[in-house]
């Protein structure tokens, strides 16, 4: 598909022959020493189009009214070795500040892989991203279109984060397409923008900018990168700067706010009980502590909310000792990315055991015992209809081995009462509940003691 920006694809033309005079290996990934900024070319700046940010209506309201009570905002970013080259949120605790001197302080936290494509990423939002509910969502890496919808899916099920997609940098083994494409080698960018059109998500126009900065400055690719395909320092900082430009107010958003989280007021308690009605996923119960605070017990839908059936499960994690294959592999890499509840489910731990060199492993439950055996390339659900295992979310089972071993934990979404005793005026904040069904449903508080309630905060996230 040819590019849509043509003064973008011009400026590639007429750069194509000094990238034919700059070829490297495209296979090596070994990296050359660190870059900053190509010496004689101008300081690369962030441009943004009237659209961008039109996406990002709930982060905007956080960075420039802050968030009340007072928390961080927390950013999760996923990926590969892209993502993690872009750092652990220096640049966002550096930048925001300058940008929105009421915005909260910056919570980054990141999860990536060598080569991890989007088609695993779903599990890691699962088992970490999901029972985290991060204001929001980064990936910066490459795969199927396919699997970023499904990412996105699994996110606005679940949270009411804003997610932000940029498309990956200029590498070596795209310079056949130079001047022919706005695509990369393994990336179709105009169907990753359709996907975040599609799905009302932040798409950053970082290959289109990247390529114009090289085109000006009459750079060839390699200028930009640290080796054959990952970006240096001073291409992270472009990539931070395109992505950070999207933090601004457009002529209109693309949805309220209020239509995702809100603050419900507490009604008048009568005999000590209050009852709200609300929408979502997921409610915070708002107020204070006092040296005399008593207690409150939480009911949802009639049912006491620790025996609801809701539940998260803790990030699948693989043993020190598991076989690792490859250079610089890690556990991570060759290991389930996640797993999917199915029925009945008991809290407790899980282990997976590999029993043999071809994907074969036993699943044993804390509580439930032993729950069955399968192969890591096929379907399974375990004997008490607990666990589905998933082949697609499991990375690189061929290099598994006997004696691996990989843990986690599933535990209750919801809590069944709430203390108020501690310092007079200090916060109460507590996720009452949340991986609800996304319908309507009726909270009820019963209070002993000395029991303050400012409100509670509700979360709807927007696909049902």
């Not at 043509?6 to 090596?28: M, Y």
């Not at 905002?73 to 590969?80: D, E, M, P, Q, V």
């Not at 449903?441 to 696909?463: Q, S």
Request: with cysteine; hydrophobic share 35%; glycine share 8%.
């Amino acid at each position: 598909m040819l590019m849509k920006q043509p003064l973008a694809l011009l400026a590639l033309c007429l750069h194509a022959p000094l990238l034919a005079q700059e070829k490297r290996n495209l296979v090596t990934d070994e990296p050359r020493a660190p870059k900053g900024r190509p010496e004689g070319v101008a300081k690369y700046v962030a441009k943004a189009a009237p659209e961008d940010g039109r996406h990002l209506a709930l982060t905007m309201r956080k960075l420039e009214g802050g968030i009340t009570p007072e928390r961080p905002f927390l950013i999760w970013a996923i990926g590969s070795s892209y993502t993690n080259m872009l750092g652990s949120g220096e640049v966002w605790q550096q930048e925001i500040p300058k940008r929105f001197p009421n915005a909260p302080r910056i919570e980054y936290k990141k999860m990536v892989g060598n080569s991890c494509p989007w088609q695993y990423l779903r599990g890691w939002a699962r088992h970490l991203v999901i029972p985290d509910q991060p204001d929001l969502v980064i990936t910066y890496t490459i795969g199927n279109p396919d699997d970023l919808e499904k990412l996105i899916l699994e996110l606005r099920r679940h949270t009411t984060a804003d997610i932000i997609v940029p498309s990956i940098h200029w590498r070596e083994r795209d310079e056949d397409l130079w001047g022919r494409s706005e695509n990369a080698a393994d990336q179709d960018v105009a169907a990753v923008r359709e996907v975040c059109r599609r799905h009302g998500v932040e798409f950053v126009e970082n290959r289109r900018d990247w390529a114009a900065y090289l085109a000006a400055n009459k750079l060839p690719i390699p200028a930009l990168l640290k080796d054959a395909v990952h970006q240096s320092d001073y291409g992270a900082q472009i990539i931070n700067a395109n992505i950070l430009a999207h933090l601004r107010r457009p002529a209109a958003h693309s949805y309220d706010p209020e239509s995702r989280e809100r603050q419900i007021l507490p009604p008048k308690a009568e005999n000590n009980v209050w009852e709200v009605e609300f929408t979502g996923t997921r409610i915070d119960l708002v107020g204070k502590k006092s040296p005399n605070g008593g207690r409150a017990r939480i009911w949802i839908d009639g049912k006491p909310a620790d025996e609801l059936d809701a539940f998260l499960m803790s990030y699948i994690q693989p043993d020190a000792k598991n076989h690792k294959e490859g250079k610089g592999a890690v556990p991570r890499d060759q290991a389930p990315h996640g797993v999917a509840l199915g029925q009945n489910i008991v809290p407790q731990t899980w282990t997976l055991l590999m029993t043999g060199d071809t994907g074969d492993y036993e699943l044993t439950g804390s509580m439930t015992g032993p729950d069955g055996r399968g192969n890591a390339f096929k379907p399974f659900t375990s004997a008490s209809g607990q666990i589905i295992i998933e082949p697609e979310l499991w990375r690189r089972a061929e290099r598994n081995r006997t004696g691996d071993r990989f843990t986690w934990t599933v535990r209750r979404a919801c809590v069944g009462e709430v203390s108020f005793q501690g310092e007079a005026g200090t916060p109460v904040v507590v996720r009452l509940a949340q991986m609800l069904p996304n319908t309507s449903h009726t909270l009820r508080v019963a209070t002993e003691g000395e029991v303050r309630i400012d409100g509670f905060d509700v979360f709807e996230p927007p696909v049902k």
